[in-house]
């Protein structure tokens, strides 16, 4: 029996997840959490074959979940969910240890699938994920967010949501002269002259919550 833990914020979506799940056999959804607080202490404290683990979480970004996971249970698999398209973060997740990324609307016909792939040792990688996969790193017509390393798309995208360099700091656990890097990396990388340019680009290209 493939025992699973649901982690998202909406109670709509697990009881989605659990209602589908019940009718498929040889799979049973063993818990769940709506924070990744919960999250965390339910991996700690009990045994599980897949995380069903949401991208976005109220207390903390599914993404620093998903390494959290992997830097204490680096074997446990994690099957991320999004709402949002597969250009926004599926090469990221997948970079920091995810097992597959898998859109909330195509959940119905994917998830089972999914789950079975990923039990089966192996990536679940739909054809949009793998195109952006294979895509030709030097296409010019490739969006500047997505030239960023994993780390540095992760500072990117707390500066787009306006934090500070302490701030980010102190939630990644790095000296704040490291995030300072990281922020001159972007800010290079992307032709860009301070944070005020980072977040209008965040915000115009839809890729803050």
């Known amino acids: 029996?493939?025992?699973?833990?649901?982690?998202?914020?909406?109670?709509?979506?697990?009881?989605?997840?659990?209602?589908?799940?019940?009718?498929?056999?040889?799979?049973e959804i063993g818990g769940e959490a709506s924070t990744a607080e919960d999250a965390i202490r339910l991996v700690r404290n009990d045994t599980w074959d897949i995380v069903l683990l949401d991208i976005a979480m109220p207390d903390k970004s599914g993404v620093e979940v998903l390494?959290?996971?992997?830097?204490?249970?680096?074997?446990?698999?994690?099957?991320?969910?999004?709402?949002?398209?597969?250009?926004?973060?599926?090469?990221?997740?997948?970079?920091?240890?995810?097992?597959?990324?898998?859109?909330?609307?195509?959940?119905?016909?994917?998830?089972?699938?999914?789950?079975?792939?990923?039990?089966?040792?192996?990536?679940?990688?739909?054809?949009?994920?793998?195109?952006?996969?294979?895509?030709?790193?030097t296409d010019t017509d490739k969006p500047l967010h997505e030239t960023l390393s994993q780390r540095e798309y992760e500072i990117f995208y707390k500066l787009g949501k306006g934090e500070g360099v302490t701030k980010i700091a102190d939630e990644l656990c790095l000296s704040v002269k490291t995030v300072s890097t990281y922020r001159t990396r972007v800010l290079h990388k992307m032709s860009m002259t301070n944070n005020a340019d980072i977040i209008y680009y965040a915000i115009k290209n839809n890729l803050i919550d």
């Open 1 to 27: 029996m493939t025992k699973i833990l649901v982690v998202d914020d909406h109670a709509v979506v697990r009881a989605g997840v659990a209602h589908f799940i019940a009718d498929i056999p040889n799979m």
């Open 67 to 137: 390494k959290q996971i992997k830097r204490e249970k680096p074997e446990l698999p994690v099957l991320m969910l999004s709402m949002h398209p597969e250009s926004r973060y599926a090469v990221q997740v997948l970079r920091s240890g995810a097992s597959g990324y898998l859109q909330k609307e195509a959940l119905a016909t994917e998830l089972v699938a999914a789950i079975n792939t990923v039990m089966r040792g192996h990536k679940y990688i739909s054809y949009g994920v793998a195109e952006l996969l294979t895509a030709d790193p």
